[in-house]
């Protein structure tokens, strides 16, 4: 159950660099998730030739395109935020293309990509609920079976809920912590242990 | 099985129908997620500092869960406990809940971004606490955060597709019940997705076109 969530989680981490055009982003972005979700597992077999996919590839190919695209916007603005006196120093400085983007561009968007992309992480965690329409047995389909087989809706549905907060705190969390490691930050705690060495050790010992 | 266009024409009637309420379905939640999304902001805005947990903590809790646990939740769970609302008003109330709390989170950095010189301007000036809220800080959060509202209601119009999971006959619950009616779903669904789409491209040109005229007015 979580493994689809994850899976759907890392997939959309690499959609972005694929689907760059507007077209494309547009059109997925333009239709509710769950119309794609059906129309891929309900609707795409009736056509000759097309494969009746399975329940969980179905699932992970809509969720993971449709959020790629939300991704790649993210990864755009990011770039786009660089200063783009960033970029002509590096031009001054007669550095190629390949390390101009690797090694000046990329980090400082990655500062803010990484926590825009943790918010992205948390709405897929939350938008893995609706693959139980289609018979994937994630958490919300354990809760519905539980609740038939015990009768009792309200715990059954409090349990779920619990563990959707679990899930998105931990998803959160770990973009926070790879959050700390991003060289800009690295970069920003360098600096401030320089300039406040005393202050830096009494935050440090915190 | 190929597609067939008199079937397709003959399930249009039902998807119109869909469409109508998924608008009203809209409308509904965005009053809602604008109005009670100003409300709480305003009131957070009142609290002293220490307290405003209290309302921080049910906002967090309430983005943090899927629309459609907090959907089912009130749907199955709360007749439990003896609360049964039909599914359409169980519907609005939850989505306008749930994009409510968006919502505040957008005023609320609206408020940070008035100068405190407003402020000081309206007490200078001898204006009442209320004037003050009620002519000068909202008016101007509003204007501020219109850009970002309405991207919101944008979502919510798609989100309203959530809604057939309880029954409520948007866009897509049409579908569903034509297609079961003659077991063909390739037609209803397909022309669902391209209603959502068609849809969509108005919606979002007004919202540019109108980001763009107010950007134009701060100037």
Redesign the interface.
């Known amino acids: 159950m979580v493994a689809i969530g994850l899976g759907a989680v890392r997939a959309s981490s690499r959609g972005p660099a694929v689907l760059s055009s507007i077209v494309v982003i547009?059109?997925l972005r333009?239709?509710?998730v769950?119309?794609?979700l059906?129309?891929l597992f309900?609707?795409l077999p009736?056509?000759?030739g097309a494969p009746q996919l399975p329940s969980a590839l179905a699932a992970v190919l809509v969720l993971s395109f449709s959020q790629g695209a939300y991704g790649s916007e993210i990864i755009r603005a990011g770039l786009q935020a660089v200063h783009s006196g960033q970029r002509d120093a590096s031009l001054a400085l007669g550095l190629g293309p390949a390390v101009r983007f690797t090694r000046v561009v990329l980090p400082q968007a990655l500062s803010q990509v990484v926590p825009a992309f943790g918010s992205l992480s948390?709405d897929i965690v939350?938008?893995?609920?609706?693959v139980s329409?289609i018979g994937v047995q994630d958490i919300?389909y354990a809760a519905?079976t539980a609740?038939s087989a015990t009768g009792?809706?309200?715990a059954s549905?409090l349990v779920?809920?619990l563990g959707?907060?679990v899930l998105?705190?931990i998803v959160a969390a770990f973009f926070r912590a790879i959050e700390y490691f991003l060289p800009v930050r690295r970069a920003q705690r360098a600096a401030h242990e320089r300039r406040f060495p005393l202050r830096t050790k009494v935050m440090s010992t915190r | 099985m190929t597609w067939d266009w008199s079937y397709a024409l003959q399930t249009l009637p039902a998807l119109l129908g869909g469409v109508l309420t998924t608008l009203v379905v809209t409308v509904l939640c965005a009053g809602i997620a604008l109005l009670l999304g100003l409300a709480l902001a305003v009131l957070f805005k009142l609290l002293p500092s220490g307290v405003g947990f209290v309302l921080r903590l049910p906002i967090e809790l309430i983005k943090t869960l899927p629309a459609l646990v907090i959907l089912f939740f009130g749907f199955y769970g709360l007749p439990q406990v003896g609360i049964t609302l039909p599914a359409l008003p169980l519907g609005v109330i939850v989505l306008g809940t749930i994009y409510a709390a968006y919502c505040f989170e957008v005023y609320r950095g609206g408020f940070e971004s008035i100068p405190q010189g407003m402020r000081d301007a309206a007490h200078a000036l001898g204006l009442s606490r209320f004037t003050t809220w009620s002519r000068i800080l909202v008016p101007m959060v509003v204007r501020a955060s219109m850009p970002a509202l309405l991207n919101y209601v944008l979502v919510l119009y798609r989100q309203s597709a959530l809604l057939f999971a309880i029954g409520v006959p948007v866009i897509l619950t049409a579908a569903q019940v034509v297609g079961y009616q003659y077991f063909r779903y390739l037609e209803p669904y397909t022309l669902a997705g391209v209603i959502y789409l068609v849809s969509n491209i108005p919606l979002a040109i007004f919202l540019r076109r109108y980001e763009k005229r107010n950007r134009n007015a701060h100037v």
């Open positions: 547009e059109l333009g239709a509710p769950v119309i794609y059906f129309w309900f609707a009736a056509i000759p948390v939350k938008m893995t609920s609706i329409f919300f519905n609740r009792d809706t309200m549905y779920l809920m959707y907060v998105c705190l």
